[in-house]
């Protein structure tokens, strides 16, 4: 029986309310933030009750939580490092909510979410397969691509797009693992290979993951490079807006997030946006320099 699942993290039972769990989450949260508590393990444990919060707070993460720790053969431990991922078409991760401080601060319950994650992590994969297959047979079939070229120029793009694929599969394999580290790093690695047919789906995935690791601005920039991308590209298009969302939303930059959902929902009627009423957006810096007297 493995200990520290979300539950003994926040303190509830596992039949708690939504109201319990976000009461236990503010208590938790006014005890251990690193801004007012002195105790070295004090960011690590936000940490953690900020993984349990996320998912416990989410009627689908929470299921499928729920689900993980039946499978186990417990019904009250779970080790919290097996967090249900939640990856939603190539890469659709759960509402974020805006936080000011270190990625800390108070969050507030989402309303709703898109369809189960397991299912569109399937169809993201298989889409990437799809690509590999039908732009390797076209490679295959044109063959050199001038007089002196050499002959096994399809085979060397056909094998690069491959690789990349198989990158992209892994990378959204370990992000379902919740090694987000890890994940990223695939994803970069994918995107070092410079199949420019796959940068969109690559960079939408790459987006995701850094909201995942509170690297907002670095989310935005990928989301914003995915969107670059031209073509018949709605699938790619939509995630990449709805995770700029999710970035945005984290910095507390409301107005924003909220027109980001609004393009992800207007491409995909399935991106609900999240219920932000509660959100407090955050004042931006004054670059003001006031001149001696």
């Not at 993984?51 to 499928?64: F, G, H, S, T």
């Not at 078409?89 to 397991?118: A, F």
């Not at 509660?278 to 931006?284: E, H, K, R, T």
Request: aromatic letters at 6%; one cysteine or more.
């Amino acid at each position: 029986m493995v200990e520290n699942n979300y539950y003994d993290i926040l303190g509830v039972k596992k039949n708690a309310t939504t109201k319990e769990i976000n009461n236990a989450y503010r208590r938790l949260t006014k005890k251990w933030h690193p801004d007012h508590c002195k105790d070295p393990s004090a960011e690590e444990k936000m940490i953690a009750i900020n993984e349990a919060i996320n998912v416990l707070r989410d009627p689908i993460l929470r299921k499928n939580y729920d689900e993980q720790l039946e499978l186990s053969g417990s019904s009250d431990k779970k080790d919290h490092g097996e967090t249900p991922y939640n990856p939603q078409k190539t890469y659709k991760p759960k509402p974020q909510q805006s936080h000011s401080k270190k990625s800390y601060s108070k969050k507030t319950e989402p309303k709703k979410t898109g369809i189960p994650h397991k299912y569109i992590l399937a169809i993201g994969i298989i889409f990437v397969i799809c690509i590999a297959v039908i732009i390797g047979v076209i490679l295959t079939k044109q063959g050199p691509f001038g007089a002196g070229a050499p002959v096994n120029i399809s085979a060397n793009t056909t094998s690069t797009l491959t690789s990349t694929g198989a990158l992209y599969t892994k990378s959204v394999d370990l992000a379902n693992a919740g090694n987000y580290q890890e994940a990223l790093d695939a994803a970069d690695q994918a995107l070092a290979m410079n199949v420019t047919s796959l940068t969109g789906l690559i960079q939408s995935n790459r987006a995701g993951i850094l909201v995942m690791l509170h690297r907002d601005n670095e989310a935005i920039t990928a989301a914003d490079a995915a969107l670059a991308v031209e073509g018949n590209l709605t699938g790619v298009h939509s995630i990449a807006w709805y995770n700029k969302g999710n970035a945005l939303r984290a910095l507390g930059r409301i107005a924003e997030a909220q027109d980001a959902y609004n393009h992800a929902y207007a491409l995909d009627n399935t991106l609900v946006p999240p219920d932000m009423s509660a959100d407090v957006p955050v004042a931006p810096v004054s670059t003001t320099i006031k001149s001696p007297s």
